[in-house]
Every structure is written in structure tokens, then in C-alpha cells.
């Protein structure tokens, strides 16, 4: 199971930080992920993050704005969004799906097999 928090109404060019509870076991063998959806949109990936924490990926849309991390003693995985704009406003959710190969990013939300409830994020212009 993955719990999300941290989300909340923030101001153009602030700063928020998403956090990715994970209950039971087998953390360190996930790859994992930070997907959003906006209103009337599909959902995007907006970083993702190898097992063994090596290997990450931004979309051009958050490079250099965002950084994803994964804790194994808290279980948890991050996320720091910095200058946030508008358009980044939508449901946060993270995903986790065993891998394998710990280098490998998963880049499509299907390959994905545990999802969190989500949560809102509203920047505000």
C-alpha cells in the first residue's frame, strides 16, 4: 500500500515536498515513480527512479525543478518540487512495481502494479 502527503495550495514559484509511504515489505526491490493528473488530461509521469535509487528521469516539463528520492529506512519516496508554476497544478499519485533489474526506469503508468490515493497540488498564478 502507498500513502501520499504533502500536497496543498501554493503560490507561483514556491516550493512543496510529496512524500510516498510504503507499507509492508520488499521497499528496496521496487522501482518507482511520481505520476499527475490534471483535469481532462492523461495522466504524465513527472520523475521516476530506479530500484536501487541510480537511475532517475524528468520530463523536460519539470527538469531542473524537480527531484525524486527514495528513503529505505523511512520506506518513503520523495519527491521536492521547486518554482512551481500553474500548470503543475493537478493529483499527485506515486507508484511502485517490482524489479528485477535495479537499473531499470518503467516509463509507462501501466507497468506500474501499486498505485497511492493521490494527492492535490494547486499552484496558483
Known amino acids: 500500500q502507498l500513502v501520499e502527503s504533502g500536497g496543498g495550495l501554493v503560490q507561483a514559484g514556491d516550493s512543496l515536498k510529496l512524500s510516498c509511504v510504503v507499507s509492508?515489505?520488499?521497499?528496496?526491490?521496487?522501482?518507482m515513480a511520481w505520476f499527475r493528473q490534471a483535469p481532462g488530461k492523461d495522466r504524465e509521469s513527472v520523475a521516476l527512479?530506479?530500484?536501487?535509487?541510480?537511475?532517475?528521469y524528468y520530463p523536460d516539463s519539470v527538469q531542473g525543478r524537480f527531484a525524486i528520492s527514495k528513503d529505505s529506512a523511512k520506506k518513503t519516496l520523495y519527491l521536492e518540487m521547486s518554482s512551481l508554476r500553474p500548470e503543475d497544478t493537478a493529483v499527485y499519485y506515486c507508484?511502485?512495481?517490482?524489479?528485477?533489474?535495479?537499473?531499470?526506469?518503467?516509463?509507462?503508468?501501466?507497468?506500474?502494479?501499486?498505485w497511492g490515493q493521490g494527492t492535490q497540488v494547486t499552484v496558483s498564478s
Open positions: 507508484g511502485a512495481t517490482f524489479s528485477y533489474r535495479r537499473l531499470r526506469l518503467y516509463y509507462d503508468a501501466n507497468d506500474y502494479t501499486i
Open positions: 509492508g515489505g520488499g521497499f528496496n526491490t521496487y522501482a
Open positions: 527512479i530506479s530500484s536501487d535509487e541510480t537511475n532517475t
